[in-house]
Structures are given as C-alpha cells and as structure tokens.
C-alpha cells in the first residue's frame, strides 16, 4: 500500500521534475555548510587580527621602555657623583641601552639619533671625571657646560625620532624647553604617562 501513496504522490506534482525536487532537498544542507565554513574564516580572521595588533601593541611598549631607559641614561653625566666611562661601570648603561635599541627597531632615524646621543654622554662622563680628578666642580667648567647643551639637544632629537618611530605626535616646541627639567617630563614625552622616573 505504501508504493502506491508514494507513486500517487509523485504523480501529484509531475509538472516539478524529479531532479529540481532533489536538488531542493540537497539545496539546504549545503548552504548551511557554506554559511558555516564563511563564518568560521570569517571569526578566524578577526582573531587573527585582534592577535597581530595586540602583538604591535606589546612591540611598540618594549620599544618605549628601551627608548626610555636609553634618554634616562643621558641624566647621569657625573655632576655630584664621578662617572668614568673608562671603566664598566661608568659606560655600561649607556652600552646596554644603546645595544637594546639596536634589537627593537631597524629605524634608521633612531639608531642615528641614538649614536650620537650615545657618543655625547660618553664625552660628557669623560669630561665630568677629568674635573672630579682636577678637583674642580664640573658644574662650573665651560666645555661641560657646552656638552650638557649638546646633550639636551641629542636627546630631544633622539626622543622626537623615538616618538616618530613609536606613532606618537611630535614633541611641541614649548616641551623641548623644559624636557630637561625632570623625569617625569621625559616620560611623558615618550608617551609613559603612567607613572614617573626615578
């Protein structure tokens, strides 16, 4: 009895083709595997994107701690203390911090700026000692003097380049003045506003 209903039921819609019917039926489940495979790429994309920026995210804050730690070393030159660059301890901050730099970016701009940052707080510490060894007080000699000028000048040319490097806006002219006047300031210039230097 039941071949007959389905042959009646065949017969009742003889105008539809059998192979439109069947593709019909086949129409959904495939649909649903494209709907779904779009959707999973799709979700795998965004996670991938949302893994490459946070990976730039981390990237440009290790470069910003290495920038920083490379201009706060341009603060100790010797005035009270002797710093002499002829021994480890008075160029190795300086060495290490240069170094890092070269490991984090390939800026052309910043490895420049951070030379000859890097040369000028040598020549600084060096000129610093050979007061402390005359027993005269750095802060009064006028080739110290000059060398700190040229010392605030290197760095605020490596500290633009840092924030060119880093996509942070440019350094106002008003702030290159006082860059100088604390470390807080140098923080913020490199876009650490979180907390201050010590």
């Known amino acids: 009895m039941e071949p007959t209903v389905i042959a009646l039921s065949l017969q009742g819609t003889s105008n539809v083709p059998l192979w439109v019917l069947l593709l019909s039926a086949l129409a959904a489940p495939v649909v649903s595997v494209v709907v779904t495979f779009v959707a999973l790429r799709a979700g795998n994309q965004r996670e991938a994107n949302r893994l490459q920026s946070e990976k730039e995210l981390k990237e440009a804050e290790i470069r910003r701690e290495v920038y920083r730690?490379?201009?706060?070393?341009?603060?100790?030159?010797?005035?009270?203390?002797?710093?002499?660059p002829k021994k480890a301890k008075g160029r190795t901050d300086v060495y290490n911090g240069y170094q890092e730099i070269y490991l984090v970016t390939t800026a052309d701009e910043v490895l420049v700026a951070a030379a000859e940052l890097k040369a000028c707080i040598l020549k600084t510490r060096a000129l610093t000692a050979a007061c402390h060894d005359k027993g005269m007080d750095p802060a009064e000699q006028d080739d110290?003097?000059?060398?700190?000028?040229?010392?605030?000048?290197?760095?605020h040319e490596f500290v633009s380049a840092a924030r060119k490097e880093l996509g942070l806006p440019p350094i106002k002219d008003a702030?290159?003045?006082?860059?100088?006047?604390?470390?807080?300031?140098?923080?913020?210039?490199?876009?650490?506003?979180?907390?201050?230097?010590?």
């Open 144 to 155: 110290v003097q000059d060398a700190f000028s040229e010392i605030i000048r290197l760095r």
């Open 175 to 198: 702030t290159k003045q006082v860059i100088d006047k604390g470390s807080l300031q140098l923080a913020q210039d490199l876009g650490d506003t979180t907390r201050p230097l010590v």
């Open 69 to 84: 730690a490379f201009a706060l070393s341009s603060s100790r030159l010797g005035i009270t203390d002797k710093v002499d």
